[in-house]
């Protein structure tokens, strides 16, 4: 990908936010080929150091775009990255690697002093920046390695292992193969190019998950300016916005909660954008009209992808200001054309009819093959082909989908979670998150954060959910208390878990 683009616009811009880990003296602004040429040098180190084409390769460091390259680094020699995200504590990690079967295991020294992670489930530990620690070994070893021509996996075996956000315990590793993630690509390319061929790009996501790389190829393709970030500070993102004017700003539906006090910061950070994309979740409505409402382009659109890891984007939708503010705040859009089928079926695993709740399926060539050591798991999530996304919704008579909840997280006593949600977020601006979780009499329990975690006055909360289902007592917690995955999501399970224990009073 890097080196594709590369040969056709060298010299396109790569403005970063923080400078690359393995090489600080390149500074926040490089060139598309000092990125492939990072690959390159990378990979021959790589190889130098004794990975071989068909290993798998943990990679698991300090949160910085050198992630990303050290993936294509160890794609382009044939060996199998596994991309664990940042956030996971020492154990868990420790678990994955075994998991993986005493993988390389590709990090930094930041990262691993006092990690607590257990280095001899690793086959060896190659560290990217940072000095040697004891049975560790530095890549810059290798610094005269030649460079070795790249080895392309075939189209249905592995290529890349990503894993599951986390929300309901271990994660699991999802084996991704190219013709999957070919599929995924090949639709959205085909759409965005008028779009992506003018505009700059900014992205800040996480560097684990499958969406960065389909969202880096849409973006390096055309040659325009890319703005990677690392930090998803509002202070930090608006600054950038306003300094670089992208076009098109992509990141996790919960950051552009964040991000919606940049609406009305000095220098319009915001107002150059002609297209804001999400994917992961539903986004809350509220957010969605901030947002596009502080652009200054002519019919600024937010586009919203939904999907999983274990399968990309299975529907999308393309909202205006305008039609923002009537739409269904739990409507993700349709089902992608020629790519993906999609079904709502009983707990018997029955289609039912347009407008009925119950289980979103999908079919298509864009899912993943494997779990990694969990095949029966995987297996299990299939009914006869059909892909169970472990949602509860509904297809309205246009054939939108609905989201009503997780199926993990449903409550019955309140209908839908996610839309009492919504209605919350709307009617509290300072709410930054709230989540409902199940309490231990199946009361749901609303759980809110504010804006620099400032008190929330209880009468404005008992007019907000006045006309509302019955809900246990707030509970107002610090946004930094609430468990998170990789891409931000609440982990729900883990949240009802602390709260049970007093973790947080």
Known sequence: MFERAAARHPHAPVVLDTPLQLAPEDGTRLTLRQVALHVRTLSARLKSAGVRAGDRV??????????????????????????????????????????????WLLSDADKLRDSGIDLSAARRVLLSAGEELPGTELLTR?????VPAPTVPGRREPAFISHTSGTTGLPKLVVQTPDALWHRVRLQKLVASRIYATESVALCMSFVHARFYTAVELAVAHGNPLLVMVDEDPATAGALFAEYRPGIVETQPNTFVDWE???????????????????????????????????????????????????????????????????????????????????????????VK??????????????????LGEDERFRGQLN???????????????????????????????????????????????????????????????VVCTRDDEPLPRERWERATADLPALAPMRHLPYAALPHTATAKVRRPELIRLLAEGVHG
């Open 261 to 351: 006090v940049l609406a009305g910061a000095p220098g319009a950070p915001l107002g150059n954008v002609r297209i804001f994309a999400a994917t992961f979740d539903a986004m809350h409505p509220r957010t969605v009209q901030t947002l596009l409402g502080a652009s200054r382009r002519r019919k600024p659109r937010f586009i919203q992808l939904y999907g999983q890891t274990e399968t990309g984007p299975v529907a999308g939708q393309s909202v205006t200001l305008r039609s923002a503010a009537r739409a269904a705040g739990r409507s993700v859009g349709w089902p992608l054309p020629g790519v993906i089928r999609m079904r709502i079926t009983d707990a018997a695993g029955r289609p």
């Open 354 to 371: 347009r407008g009925v709740e119950g289980h979103v399926e999908v079919r298509s060539r864009t899912r993943a093959v494997t779990y």
């Open 58 to 103: 943990a990679v698991h460091k300090t949160n910085n775009f050198d992630i990303a390259l050290l993936a294509a680094a160890v794609q382009r020699i044939g060996a199998v990255p596994a991309l664990l995200s940042p956030r996971l504590d020492g154990e868990t990690v420790s678990r994955l690697l075994e998991r993986l079967g005493r993988p």
């Open 142 to 146: 290798h610094a005269a390695a030649p």
């Open 384 to 446: 006869h082909g059909w892909w169970r996304m472990g949602d509860l919704g509904h297809r309205d008579a246009l054939g939108r989908l609905h989201l009503l909840d997780r199926e993990i997280d449903h409550i019955a006593s309140v209908g839908s979670s996610l839309e009492l949600e919504d209605r919350l977020m709307e009617r509290l601006p300072e709410l930054r998150e709230v989540v409902i979780i199940a309490g231990d009499d199946g009361v749901a329990v609303p």
